[in-house]
């Protein structure tokens, strides 16, 4: 058996410029991960869209692509929504839902995230953006890897004044963040 230095290097793929790629942080027991998110739109080929989920439940999935059609009046109802955590990952908690809707707008408009960015929030049905539990460990163990670029909820507290954090209220605010350059 060999000591794994940093575990959450096993759940992410650290390229430049991957389009449809986002990374979250989840937490499994009392330790934080970094996950990266990957998404795949393209048109429908086949009559009836498909929507895939792997890593989380396909219901969310649904629900995720409802909320943007809804507040980023974006129409994904003809094209094919894949996504997959890396890594074998599952996760059943909130806090991956804004890294999750970051990767499909980044795949369908076909435009790369800022590098080293960590996307951190619940998202709500009326597109508002939550905070989440234990965000300081999550927010630590982005610093220790690198991540310079986070966004975040308004409400979430205790944050490391040495990082570089945006605080979004609603999802309509996320778009010019990540693609305004």
């Known amino acids: 058996m060999k000591e794994v230095k940093n575990p959450s290097q096993l759940f992410l793929s650290r390229e430049d410029n991957n389009i449809g790629s986002a990374v979250g942080c989840v937490l499994e027991g009392t330790r934080a991960f970094l996950v990266e998110v990957q998404a795949l739109v393209s048109p429908a080929s086949y009559g009836t869209s498909q929507r895939v989920a792997l890593g989380f439940d396909h219901r969310k999935l649904a629900v995720i692509l409802a909320i943007i059609e809804k507040n980023l009046n974006l129409n994904l109802r003809n094209n094919d929504v894949f996504i997959t955590l890396t890594g074998g990952m599952r996760v059943f908690e909130p806090a991956l839902d804004l890294a999750i809707i970051a990767a499909i707008i980044s795949s369908f408009q076909e435009k790369a995230l800022p590098a080293n960015t960590l996307l951190l929030g619940e998202v ?37 004044k040495k990082m570089t954090v945006t605080k979004i209220k609603n999802l309509r605010q996320l778009f010019p963040i990540l693609f305004s350059k």
Not at 127 to 151: C, D, F, H, M, T
């Open 124 to 160: 709500g049905l009326n597109g508002e953006i939550r905070p989440v539990s234990q965000s300081e460990k999550r927010l630590k163990e982005a610093q220790k890897l690198g991540y310079e670029n986070i966004i975040i909820s308004t409400r979430t507290k205790n944050i490391d």
